[in-house]
């Protein structure tokens, strides 16, 4: 399942509701299935990744276009771009040779998305039926799209390898 741009799913859902758990549990599930899964996170406040003191972000912090943090199991890089912007060639620049990118949050993207929705924190979906690849849900809703329990990860994950089966075709 290889390629130079990977399919992207958005996870999306309104703030609070789980995103970032959702996908830290659904990321050891697909990874079982053999994917190489990406995840890129939608960052909308404009306070640093990175963390105040440490070398790259002074470095950063000092007017670097770009900062490398190499290390003997990890990279970070730091670009000065808006990468809200044109979060195509983000993907094809970071994660060319994955199977699967995950994006967190992106609602207003044009990629395919599966919502996490929690009864208690909104009786509304965020996203239009038309949107949404399938919903993770604590409640069963009237839509005409696959739903999953939020607690069964390992259908959510067995549905996504399906779906790139079926894209890949």
Same mark, same amino acid.
């Given at each position: 399942?290889?390629? +130079? @741009?990977?399919?992207? /799913? ?9 995103? +970032?758990?959702? /996908? ?7 990874? +079982? ?22 070398? +790259?972000? !002074? ?8 900062? #490398?943090?190499?290390?003997? @199991?990890?990279?970070? #890089?730091? !670009? ?9 060639? #983000? /993907? ?25 929705? !929690? ?25 005409? @799209? ?9 259908? @959510?994950?067995?549905? /996504? ?9």
């Amino acid at each position: 399942m290889n390629r +130079t @741009v990977p399919p992207v /799913i958005s996870i999306v859902a309104k703030s609070g509701t789980g995103k +970032t758990t959702f /996908i830290e549990k659904l990321i050891p599930h697909l990874k +079982t299935r053999g994917l190489r899964v990406g995840v890129l996170k939608h960052h909308s406040h404009n306070t640093p990744f990175d963390t105040p003191g440490k070398d +790259t972000y !002074r470095h950063f912090q000092a007017g670097a276009d770009v900062v #490398v943090g190499a290390s003997a @199991v990890q990279v970070a #890089v730091f !670009r000065r771009e808006n990468g809200a912007a044109d979060l195509d060639a #983000v /993907i094809r620049r970071e994660f060319a040779g994955l199977d699967l990118v995950l994006t967190e949050g992106f609602k207003r993207g044009s990629y395919p998305k599966i919502e996490v929705h !929690r009864a208690e924190r909104s009786a509304d979906l965020l996203c239009s039926e038309e949107e949404l690849l399938a919903v993770a849900t604590d409640e069963r809703l009237e839509l005409n @799209v696959p739903q999953f329990d939020l607690d069964d990860i390992e259908a @959510v994950a067995d549905f /996504i390898l399906s779906w790139l089966r079926s894209a890949t075709r």
